[in-house]
């Protein structure tokens, strides 16, 4: 009864200091430093409260065991350290039911809890829109990206980096960089691909990524939901340039983005990349000669 009510006097403290840290956080802070949170910003996607909420909060669960477990770590140093005069082994415990039930139980149901919440949250963000108003296949080529802009019948090719040589040591020539034009507010499904090897379509901001493997096709769906330009880039080591396979995600109004699908028009890149230069060409339904000729 004691031990009750002296909790309870500990929870009003506890609680009353996390609220007001907690009430000083700024965005970038209460989403545990994830980038693309700003102070007055709209997320950047209709997915990303969801994520910056599970990593947070998964991180204040962790600390509160953290502090459980060092404390009582610290607690046994110091009490049971070794007394002057003592000699030998201290008293040895084993098969104690309670503690031992006690360590079994409690992870489990931490890994549980975690794997319930990752899952309901990875449902939410795997689920594809029934109608999407827009349809992008990204494609990955070492070492840059191609996109074919379904819905709008039109394409743009990207470039690996470019080596900026008049900049300072390192730096890239921005105007180069392929660019991923997506209008905001719309619902918008990635058809992602790859021409050669394993990719991964990454867009920091985002909070999400995903691999892009050959012969296969996994999408992406999601809502951009603010203005801006986004970094992206490969993933996934794929050879020598990797480190090159950069992109933009560039989200505008809805006006600004039928003028880029326009422009793109104008320079004639009317249609859709096909896979003519795929470099998995030895499987079977592929051109790949069966039988060789001559014999
Ligand atoms: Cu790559």
Redesign the pocket.
Known sequence: MRKNHRLRWAAIPIAASLAIVLAGCTQAQLHGFLPGFEEGQPAVTNQTDRIGGLWTTSWIVLLVIGLITWGLMIWTVVVYRRRKGQTGLPVQLRYNMPIEIFYTVVPLILVLGFFAFTARDQAAIEARFESPDVKIEVI?K??AWDFNYVTDDVYSAGIQGQPDLNGPKGSLVESEIPTLVLPIGKKIELALE?RD????FWVIDFLYKKD?IPDKTNYMSVIPERIGTYSGK??????EY?SL?LFKVKVVSEADYDAYIQSLRVAGNEGQLDNDYKRNQNLPGTSAPTVQEGN
């Open positions: 990955g070492q070492w790859s090897v394993i990719h991964s892009m490969c993933a996934e080591l794929c050879g990797h396979m």
